[in-house]
């Protein structure tokens, strides 16, 4: 569209300076979507209903902040979901156990989250291969101590009226605390991704990690600082889980990895590395859980939002494939 075209639709105008080309479809599919259900179930546009499917979105669409930055560089973590669902449990036990304060607990948490982090770009980087190969051991091995820490069961008996329960369970303005924190995050890391140094040593490593080397950007570095910074959003998110339930449960966050890449697939990063887009991801996010609520809105049994995930990975592949193939020409 052009100029004069945009210049007669400041909505249209004011879109493109908040987002580029991928984030307008996604937020203009999401606006239909949403449209479109509540035609049929009026109350799913209810603030209700919208809390529900955004606190679903954020706690994985957090992740999948970190993952646009992966990506970006070419690397793949399989663990995500493990690392959060490690995090909440060994937050709930030390509080229970051993009586710390959640506050403290909460921290420790995010700790744990940075440091199963590096210990996945310290074997990455001494076994020299992918992380998607180290991390298709980790993902089990994090399962496994989340099991192990949890007594394989539901952890009870947290101080839910302790002030770390009451402010980060919140509802402000009826809006759930992680749908909050989801939206400052993405502005936070959608500066840091686009106008840091940091950012721009991501996607010259997934662009070409020769020439990245080449130049002096210290690649392992670079994936050390994103693993941790992926390992650290897991334990916000986390952290932001135990808040609102109260309590812990070792399968939470069971399929979040895949949800994660997913939500950053379809808001436009390149699975190919060099390119990304963490307002797209966090859109992606709230794609999936739209289409997943409608699911359930029409009846229809949740096992089918299974389905529909894979459906929308390949169906991003290929549009990235049919992108890059444009651009190429």
């Not at 993405?186 to 130049?215: C, D, K, Q, W």
């Amino acid at each position: 569209m052009s100029s004069g075209s945009s210049k007669r639709n400041p909505v249209l105008a004011t879109l493109r300076r908040l987002f580029g080309a991928s984030e307008i479809g996604i937020l203009l599919v999401l606006v239909v979507l949403v449209a479109a259900v509540s035609l049929v179930q009026p109350h799913f546009a209810s603030i209700a209903s919208l809390s529900n499917f955004g606190s679903r979105a954020a706690w994985f669409g957090i992740i999948g902040l970190g993952v646009v930055f992966q990506l970006s560089m070419g690397e793949i973590d399989l663990s995500t979901a493990s690392i959060y669902g490690l995090t909440i449990n060994v937050a709930a036990v030390v509080v229970v156990t051993l009586g710390i304060d959640p506050w403290v607990a909460s921290a420790l948490g995010i700790i744990v989250g940075v440091g199963l982090g590096a210990l996945n770009a310290v074997m990455a980087t001494a076994f020299k291969v992918p992380v998607i190969i180290i991390t298709l051991g980790t993902l089990s091995a994090f399962k496994g101590l989340t099991l192990i820490v949890s007594g394989g069961g539901f952890i009870y008996g947290l101080p839910r009226e302790h002030s770390f329960f009451k402010l980060m369970g919140a509802t402000p303005l009826g809006v759930p605390m992680v749908i909050w924190a989801f939206a400052l995050l993405t502005v936070v890391l959608s500066v840091v991704y686009n106008h840091t140094r940091y950012g721009f040593m991501v996607r010259s490593i997934g662009s070409n990690p020769r020439a990245a080397e080449l130049s002096g950007i210290p690649i392992a570095r670079v994936r050390m600082i994103t693993l941790m910074l992926t390992g650290a959003l897991c334990g916000i998110s986390g952290m932001l889980t135990l808040a609102f339930f109260s309590t812990a449960d070792p399968n939470l966050g069971t399929g979040y990895e895949l949800l994660a890449i997913t939500a950053a697939i379809i808001g436009g990063t390149a699975l190919t590395g060099g390119r990304g887009t963490v307002v797209g991801a966090a859109l992606g996010a709230l794609l999936i859980a739209v289409i997943s609520s409608g699911i359930v809105q029409f009846g229809i049994t949740a096992n089918w939002s299974v389905f529909v995930t894979g459906v929308l990975i390949i169906s991003a592949v290929a549009l990235d494939a049919a992108i890059r193939r444009r651009r190429s020409r």
